[in-house]
């Protein structure tokens, strides 16, 4: 997904975001977020979140390592990832969080509201 609003003075921004939603295996779901999570992308990674933190999924790992820039509109998108997946009963995990994400979440203190992997097999041995 690209989005490009409207020009303001002759200005275009640009912002790409993509999020890919994979099954591992029966009730384990891996959400692949990457670009920007900003204000022009949160509803498109609202909607992928959404789709993946609901039953009968169990346990839901969110991929954030191909991620580069993470507004408070994306926090906002991870937090409600985290109450979706508290009123369904459903485990919910980052992974490979780098500095776009992590900075965010340590300067909110929301990092520790998170379980936290490098990796999808180290979460999936953890998990």
């Known amino acids: 997904m690209t989005s490009q609003p409207e020009p303001r003075d002759g200005e275009m921004i640009r912002t790409t975001f993509d999020a890919r939603t994979e099954q591992l295996e029966p009730g384990v779901l891996l959400v692949r977020l990457s670009g920007e999570i900003d ?5 498109f990674a609202a909607e992928s979140i959404r789709a993946a933190v609901a039953p009968p999924a169990r346990l839901v ?3 954030v390592s191909a991620v580069t820039f993470c507004s408070s ?3 906002g998108n991870l937090v409600e990832a985290r109450n979706l997946a508290g009123q369904h009963n459903i485990t919910l995990a980052l992974v490979g969080v780098g500095r776009p994400v992590d900075r965010p979440l340590a300067i909110t203190g929301l990092g520790g509201q998170f379980r936290i992997y490098s990796t999808v097999a180290e979460a999936l041995a953890s998990l």
């Open 39 to 43: 204000i022009a992308t949160t509803d």
């Open 73 to 75: 509109a994306g926090l």
């Open 61 to 63: 790992l969110i991929d």
